[in-house]
């Protein structure tokens, strides 16, 4: 039973645009919400989070977004570098501090 | 890099045998996670150790078991391998979180086992 949903595998954005990449969960009691980058061969990298208790949370070009109401979380990405293609995968964790992880998102960056 | 340290770096072995993964936490956490990467999957949460206790099982089949040692250092081991069993498995350490911090998880770069 996946409680934390990707549907989309991959998007392509121009370099300078805006990425949008959505996340949706479906388990009431996350509190925690996450988003890591993932290069080839390597292990995931920690990007940037929010608590329940805020709706928005944004560190310099990255900015995630959570709404409570529909179970569902967005990261932006702006402006978009080619340096930001990689997969990203976005996580949620509750009582207990067990995390789920979604399926991950391909993202391509054009030059 | 994100002080999680996890080898081997790869693993080649026969169907049926038994290997060992090992991984060091981040310095001072507590929490040890194991997570497999099968082919185009997501990660699929395996085990959670919290301070040489088992804290929460996951996707974890029987021929696969894992422990935390006193200086926190975790071991997954798998058994009975089988071609399925192919996959990156990845290590995360945490720390505690509090009552107003969250800790995120950090990652080693993951070991890759490929069963023949």
């Known amino acids: 039973d996946q409680q934390v949903k990707q549907n989309s595998p991959s998007l392509s954005v121009q370099e300078g645009r805006i990425s949008i990449l959505n996340c949706d969960y479906t388990?009431?009691?996350?509190?925690?919400f996450l988003w890591y980058k993932k290069y080839p061969a390597e292990g995931p990298t920690f990007l940037i989070s929010?608590?329940?208790?805020?709706d928005k949370n944004e560190d310099g070009r990255f900015t995630v977004f959570l709404n409570k109401s529909a179970k569902h979380l967005s990261l932006h990405i702006v402006p978009s570098q080619p340096g930001d293609s990689a997969v990203y995968f976005c996580a949620a964790s509750g009582p207990g501090n067990q995390f789920y992880f979604g399926t991950g998102t391909s993202l391509t960056v054009i030059p | 890099d994100s002080g999680v340290t996890q080898t081997p770096k790869h693993l080649i072995t026969a169907t049926g045998q038994r290997v060992t993964l090992r991984c060091s936490p981040r310095s001072g956490d507590l929490s040890v996670y194991w997570y497999q990467q099968s082919l185009d999957q997501g990660l699929q949460f395996l085990i959670q150790y919290y301070n040489g206790e088992e804290r929460a099982k996951g996707n974890i089949l029987e021929r696969f078991s894992a422990q935390q040692f006193p200086d926190l250092h975790s071991e997954l081991n798998l058994s009975s391998l089988e071609l399925g069993d192919s996959a990156l498995y990845f290590c995360?350490?945490?720390?505690?979180?509090?009552?107003?911090?969250?800790?995120?998880?950090?990652f080693g770069n993951g070991t890759r086992l490929t069963v023949t």
């Open positions: 995360a350490s945490s720390g505690e979180p509090g009552a107003f911090i969250d800790s995120p998880l950090h």
């Open positions: 929010i608590s329940s208790i805020k």
């Open positions: 388990n009431s009691m996350f509190d925690y």
